[in-house]
């Protein structure tokens, strides 16, 4: 490596922490960009826990079953090395996290403690109380505040990621950010570049996601050739308290501890998810609890008082056990209902939570099926030196993720990227710093223009409302049940958001810490990939993991056994579809 | 969620820049069940007209998990300070009353530059020193209880509300604040954390450090996630004392 090299990392979530981190055991300079301050970063949200197969409990779990529960879970979609290799590091990750101070719950002897999750019959989910990823992301922020006091990463925070830089021969080359105080947009030459900028969960308007989960960065990277992959497939989890603002996520580990999803049918409690799945219960996996709620809502018309909801029972567990392992998330419903849970059930229903699409990368396996730690290849996009980690990238879940796998495949990505950049790197013949200035000129001048354009917006449109109509659509008809007509038409209406937001008044001029200028951009994003989700549904006709089409019930191994590949023109979204790694597991009929 | 004829008044103190003289701003929307401060200050945004009927920018603030548990959206509401998103409608005083906290630098309108918390975590090395992320096996074994001290310690999302209440923080005072200090505690609580003690106890001496605490107690009570604040100066105080005793004795 150059004395010069550098690598810069968008995104202060936990994959691009555990990237950053990664970068700097090697000693590579780090530059990490954040539109938060990192430690207010999404991952905060993850309630339930982080699964490992560690068996502590004496119920024979391996990495093996997790491998093959996180497959079946993903209706067998996902490239099974990488699925593999994640589940196989998953022990070594939590007793990493331990290392590092996460106060997990503990058993009486002192060891860490694991509870069960959905989609699986083990104890395998490590937990922090109810609020596991704040934890999580806590642990790394120390760690990487370490390195930034040791000179080996400089952060860069309220600033926002416009574009990757490319030289002539389409390699990248640095960023162009723009910090959201002073709107300065400035060029970041590097060597490597990773996009660690989490999901897009605001393209639904009202979803579990933050504020930041716009998949704008994402979205830029597509709309300069970046392939988009699995798109269409995006998780409603089954319980979250709809808001005005948000939906509120209630954890899948609110089960786990024995909390009971029913409706009142004939006077009586009914506990649909256990009468109908005798054996998983109310674990059935995300995509089938979620179906099941809006099939007795929406077609049994069994939802509470008629309405969209379902309780989600707790109060007969003891109060000491709900306090100490879901204390984050009952105070949660406590301080935004205003009702307390371990008394009376808390009323919920499906809400937008992940998206198990996003940016297509590459990986490296051995003949035995086994990822390649080092490799440049790994989690690489298809623009060479162009990275990405976390739940902006499309791997590890194929068509439904399993809860309590997200947080994993955080660290796993990191854990892969960090050491494939620097491979990358050593690579390079000559590094970014010695480019031609030319190279970052012009991109500079592309988002002054395109900054100019934003800031000149003066017509009648306002972005906020487009914005609230855009996540109503999308959420109406590109979520747990999907038709084609449906869909075709959403596509359309994106096409006139598209042209309204053309006609956008801007109204805020200022110069310093404008957030219009910064969310319109961004809107713009969303609505791109608005279309890659829309239109990838309308093209999948099957039914597999979270895309379920009534008029094409079943999973089609035949024909859409494939991943989902969508590439950025002028005319919208163009899609190919590559085969699924499925060498290692054979791929069966899903049932639970 | 439907309209119900009610309205909700917002009153919004309103600063351009650092530098720019404040202003107050009215604005009145729709009332609707459950609603937050956040989800009244996201109706502004969609219609920017103040009760005056004057066209206006929308106002900015700093949001994002909106469950509270990011620490962005931490303003004073109606004299109060706290996370917007947490702050319900229905349970507040109208006009309501929005400022941005007043120990931080304004960046704009609610919105305010809270890096010196921050900083006062490397300050206090609030991390801790790790071998390497290579697999060394678990880590130590812990008692349930004190794990359970850890995390009741560790939920501190670097809000700002102890800051804000506390009489020793000042735009000119280097006082280090409560939520630094607790995190002292934290990593000296920790089997791993311990063999650090003495450089975390070394950086709270000195200008801005622990002897800054006057006792107010304010920031115990201001806490949104109930950390024992007052329990944890009180624990490195003592520690501190000892520690500077060590010191003179050589130790």
């Given at each position: 490596m150059a004395a010069t090299s550098r690598a810069i990392v968008v995104g202060g979530g936990l994959a691009g922490l555990m990237t950053v981190i990664k970068l700097a055991e090697a000693s590579l300079p780090c530059q990490l960009f954040s539109f938060v301050p990192v430690k207010r970063s999404h991952s905060v949200c993850a309630q339930g826990g982080i699964n490992a197969s560690v068996n502590t409990k004496g119920e024979g779990d391996s990495p093996q079953i997790h491998f093959y529960e996180t497959v079946k879970g993903g209706d067998f979609l996902a490239n099974q090395p990488l699925a593999k290799g994640m589940c196989e590091a998953a022990p070594g990750i939590v007793y990493l996290l331990d290392r590092m101070g996460v106060p997990f719950n503990r058993t009486p002897e002192g060891w860490l403690d694991f509870r069960g999750f959905g989609g699986t019959l083990y104890s395998r989910t490590a937990f922090a109380g109810a609020t596991t990823g704040q934890q999580l992301l806590y642990a790394l922020d120390e760690q990487v505040r370490k390195y930034e006091a040791l000179g080996l990463v400089e952060k860069f925070e309220f600033w926002e990621f416009l574009s990757a830089i490319k030289d002539d021969e389409g390699v990248c080359r640095g960023i162009m950010a723009q910090d959201l105080r002073s709107m300065e947009i400035r060029a970041f030459p590097a060597d490597a570049v990773c996009l660690a900028t989490g999901g897009l969960g605001m393209i639904f308007g009202k979803s579990t996601n933050s504020v930041v989960c716009t998949g704008s960065a994402a979205s830029a990277a597509y709309q300069q050739g970046a392939v988009f992959a699995n798109g269409e497939f995006i998780q409603v989890h089954p319980t979250a308290i709809p808001g005005e603002d948000k939906v509120r996520l209630m954890s899948e580990s609110a089960r786990a501890e024995g909390g009971r999803v029913w409706v009142p049918k004939d006077g009586k409690p009914w506990y649909f998810l256990e009468e109908k799945y005798p054996k998983y219960k109310n674990l059935v996996p995300r995509d089938i609890a979620t179906r099941e709620i809006y099939y007795v809502c929406r077609v049994l018309k069994l939802g509470i008082d008629g309405k969209d909801m379902v309780y989600l029972d707790v109060s007969h567990i003891p109060k000491d056990t709900l306090d100490r392992k879901l204390g984050g998330i009952l105070e949660i419903y406590e301080k935004f209902i205003g009702e307390d849970p371990r008394k009376v059930p808390m009323r919920v229903f499906p809400g937008v939570h992940?998206?198990?699409?996003g940016l297509w990368i590459d990986y490296e396996a051995d003949r035995q099926g086994n990822p390649v730690v080092g490799s440049p290849r790994n989690q690489q996009t298809n623009i060479p030196g162009l990275f990405a980690a976390g739940e902006a990238e499309y791997e590890y879940h194929g068509a439904n993720r399993l809860g309590a796998n997200s947080l994993l495949s955080c660290f796993y990505g990191g854990i892969l990227a960090g050491p494939a950049m620097v491979s990358y790197i050593k690579g390079?013949?000559?590094?970014?710093?010695?480019?031609?200035s030319s190279v970052f000129d012009a991109e500079k001048r592309r988002q002054d223009e395109a900054h100019a354009r934003v800031s000149g917006l003066h017509g009648t449109e306002n972005p906020y409302v487009i914005h609230k109509e855009l996540g109503e659509i999308m959420t109406d008809n590109v979520t747990v049940v999907r038709y084609n007509d449906k869909l075709q038409a959403t596509d359309h209406a994106i096409q006139v958001f598209m042209d309204r937001w053309k006609r956008i008044d801007i109204n805020d001029t200022a110069r310093w810490s404008n957030q219009a200028v910064s969310f319109t951009r961004q809107l713009w994003n969303m609505l791109e990939l608005s279309r890659v989700i829309t239109l990838g549904a309308l093209h999948r006709d099957e039914s597999r993991g979270a895309q379920y089409k009534p008029d094409f019930p079943d999973r089609n191994d035949a024909q859409w056994l494939k991943t989902t590949l969508a590439t950025w023109t002028p005319d919208g979204p163009e899609f190919r579809y590559a085969p699924v790694d499925t060498s290692l597991l054979t791929p069966e009929l899903r049932k639970y | 969620m439907e309209t119900n004829g009610r309205t909700v008044t917002l009153r919004v103190k309103r600063q351009a820049a650092p530098d720019a003289p404040s202003r107050w701003e009215e604005f009145r929307i729709p009332h609707k069940a459950h609603m937050n401060v956040i989800s009244a200050l996201m109706e502004v945004q969609r219609q920017p007209v103040t009760v005056d009927g004057a066209k206006t920018t929308a106002p900015v603030w700093e949001a994002n998990c909106l469950e509270e548990v990011c620490g962005s959206c931490t303003m004073i509401i109606n004299g109060k300070v706290r996370q917007a998103c947490s702050a319900l409608i229905d349970t507040l005083t109208q006009p309501i009353v929005l400022e941005p906290m007043r120990k931080f630098p304004l960046v704009r309108d609610l919105m305010v530059d809270r890096k010196r918390m921050f900083d006062a975590l490397t300050r206090v090395r609030a991390w801790m020193h790790l071998d390497g992320t290579y697999n060394l096996g678990p880590g130590p074994r812990v008692d349930p209880e004190a794990g359970a001290v850890a995390y009741s310690l560790s939920r501190c999302m670097t809000c700002g509300c102890c800051m804000e209440v506390c009489?020793?923080?000042?735009?000119?005072s280097a006082f280090i604040g409560a939520a630094a200090i607790s995190q002292v505690r934290l990593f000296n609580l920790h089997p791993t954390g311990k063999m650090q003690a003495r450089e975390r106890l070394d950086s709270l001496m000195g200008e801005g450090g622990l002897a800054d605490c006057g006792n107010a107690q304010n920031c115990v009570h201001s806490c949104p996630k109930d950390i024992p604040l007052t329990e944890s100066i009180s624990a490195v105080g003592w520690d501190l004392a000892r520690h500077t005793v060590k010191r003179l004795l050589g130790g």
């Amino acid at each position: 490596m150059a004395a010069t090299s550098r690598a810069i990392v968008v995104g202060g979530g936990l994959a691009g922490l555990m990237t950053v981190i990664k970068l700097a055991e090697a000693s590579l300079p780090c530059q990490l960009f954040s539109f938060v301050p990192v430690k207010r970063s999404h991952s905060v949200c993850a309630q339930g826990g982080i699964n490992a197969s560690v068996n502590t409990k004496g119920e024979g779990d391996s990495p093996q079953i997790h491998f093959y529960e996180t497959v079946k879970g993903g209706d067998f979609l996902a490239n099974q090395p990488l699925a593999k290799g994640m589940c196989e590091a998953a022990p070594g990750i939590v007793y990493l996290l331990d290392r590092m101070g996460v106060p997990f719950n503990r058993t009486p002897e002192g060891w860490l403690d694991f509870r069960g999750f959905g989609g699986t019959l083990y104890s395998r989910t490590a937990f922090a109380g109810a609020t596991t990823g704040q934890q999580l992301l806590y642990a790394l922020d120390e760690q990487v505040r370490k390195y930034e006091a040791l000179g080996l990463v400089e952060k860069f925070e309220f600033w926002e990621f416009l574009s990757a830089i490319k030289d002539d021969e389409g390699v990248c080359r640095g960023i162009m950010a723009q910090d959201l105080r002073s709107m300065e947009i400035r060029a970041f030459p590097a060597d490597a570049v990773c996009l660690a900028t989490g999901g897009l969960g605001m393209i639904f308007g009202k979803s579990t996601n933050s504020v930041v989960c716009t998949g704008s960065a994402a979205s830029a990277a597509y709309q300069q050739g970046a392939v988009f992959a699995n798109g269409e497939f995006i998780q409603v989890h089954p319980t979250a308290i709809p808001g005005e603002d948000k939906v509120r996520l209630m954890s899948e580990s609110a089960r786990a501890e024995g909390g009971r999803v029913w409706v009142p049918k004939d006077g009586k409690p009914w506990y649909f998810l256990e009468e109908k799945y005798p054996k998983y219960k109310n674990l059935v996996p995300r995509d089938i609890a979620t179906r099941e709620i809006y099939y007795v809502c929406r077609v049994l018309k069994l939802g509470i008082d008629g309405k969209d909801m379902v309780y989600l029972d707790v109060s007969h567990i003891p109060k000491d056990t709900l306090d100490r392992k879901l204390g984050g998330i009952l105070e949660i419903y406590e301080k935004f209902i205003g009702e307390d849970p371990r008394k009376v059930p808390m009323r919920v229903f499906p809400g937008v939570h992940y998206s198990m699409g996003g940016l297509w990368i590459d990986y490296e396996a051995d003949r035995q099926g086994n990822p390649v730690v080092g490799s440049p290849r790994n989690q690489q996009t298809n623009i060479p030196g162009l990275f990405a980690a976390g739940e902006a990238e499309y791997e590890y879940h194929g068509a439904n993720r399993l809860g309590a796998n997200s947080l994993l495949s955080c660290f796993y990505g990191g854990i892969l990227a960090g050491p494939a950049m620097v491979s990358y790197i050593k690579g390079l013949d000559r590094s970014a710093s010695a480019l031609p200035s030319s190279v970052f000129d012009a991109e500079k001048r592309r988002q002054d223009e395109a900054h100019a354009r934003v800031s000149g917006l003066h017509g009648t449109e306002n972005p906020y409302v487009i914005h609230k109509e855009l996540g109503e659509i999308m959420t109406d008809n590109v979520t747990v049940v999907r038709y084609n007509d449906k869909l075709q038409a959403t596509d359309h209406a994106i096409q006139v958001f598209m042209d309204r937001w053309k006609r956008i008044d801007i109204n805020d001029t200022a110069r310093w810490s404008n957030q219009a200028v910064s969310f319109t951009r961004q809107l713009w994003n969303m609505l791109e990939l608005s279309r890659v989700i829309t239109l990838g549904a309308l093209h999948r006709d099957e039914s597999r993991g979270a895309q379920y089409k009534p008029d094409f019930p079943d999973r089609n191994d035949a024909q859409w056994l494939k991943t989902t590949l969508a590439t950025w023109t002028p005319d919208g979204p163009e899609f190919r579809y590559a085969p699924v790694d499925t060498s290692l597991l054979t791929p069966e009929l899903r049932k639970y | 969620m439907e309209t119900n004829g009610r309205t909700v008044t917002l009153r919004v103190k309103r600063q351009a820049a650092p530098d720019a003289p404040s202003r107050w701003e009215e604005f009145r929307i729709p009332h609707k069940a459950h609603m937050n401060v956040i989800s009244a200050l996201m109706e502004v945004q969609r219609q920017p007209v103040t009760v005056d009927g004057a066209k206006t920018t929308a106002p900015v603030w700093e949001a994002n998990c909106l469950e509270e548990v990011c620490g962005s959206c931490t303003m004073i509401i109606n004299g109060k300070v706290r996370q917007a998103c947490s702050a319900l409608i229905d349970t507040l005083t109208q006009p309501i009353v929005l400022e941005p906290m007043r120990k931080f630098p304004l960046v704009r309108d609610l919105m305010v530059d809270r890096k010196r918390m921050f900083d006062a975590l490397t300050r206090v090395r609030a991390w801790m020193h790790l071998d390497g992320t290579y697999n060394l096996g678990p880590g130590p074994r812990v008692d349930p209880e004190a794990g359970a001290v850890a995390y009741s310690l560790s939920r501190c999302m670097t809000c700002g509300c102890c800051m804000e209440v506390c009489p020793q923080v000042t735009s000119r005072s280097a006082f280090i604040g409560a939520a630094a200090i607790s995190q002292v505690r934290l990593f000296n609580l920790h089997p791993t954390g311990k063999m650090q003690a003495r450089e975390r106890l070394d950086s709270l001496m000195g200008e801005g450090g622990l002897a800054d605490c006057g006792n107010a107690q304010n920031c115990v009570h201001s806490c949104p996630k109930d950390i024992p604040l007052t329990e944890s100066i009180s624990a490195v105080g003592w520690d501190l004392a000892r520690h500077t005793v060590k010191r003179l004795l050589g130790g």
